[in-house]
C-alpha cells in the first residue's frame, strides 16, 4: 500500500471544492489518527525497553 504524506492530504483539502472538502477533511482526519497511534505505540515501546533496563 502506498504510504501517503500528510502534505498530500493538506493540498488535496486546500485545493478541494466545495463539495469535495468533508471527504477531504475525513481522509486528513484519519491519516492523522493513524499517524498518532504508530507514533504512541512507539513510545509505549521505549518505555516498557526503558523500564526492563531499569530492572536488569
Known sequence: ????????RLLA???AEQDQQELCVSR?????IVGA???AFLLAGDLVKSK???TA
Open 1 to 8: 500500500m502506498f504510504k501517503e504524506e500528510p502534505d498530500t
Open 13 to 15: 483539502l486546500l485545493h
Open 28 to 32: 486528513l482526519n484519519r491519516f492523522l
Open 37 to 39: 497511534r504508530e507514533v
Open 52 to 54: 526492563q533496563g531499569e
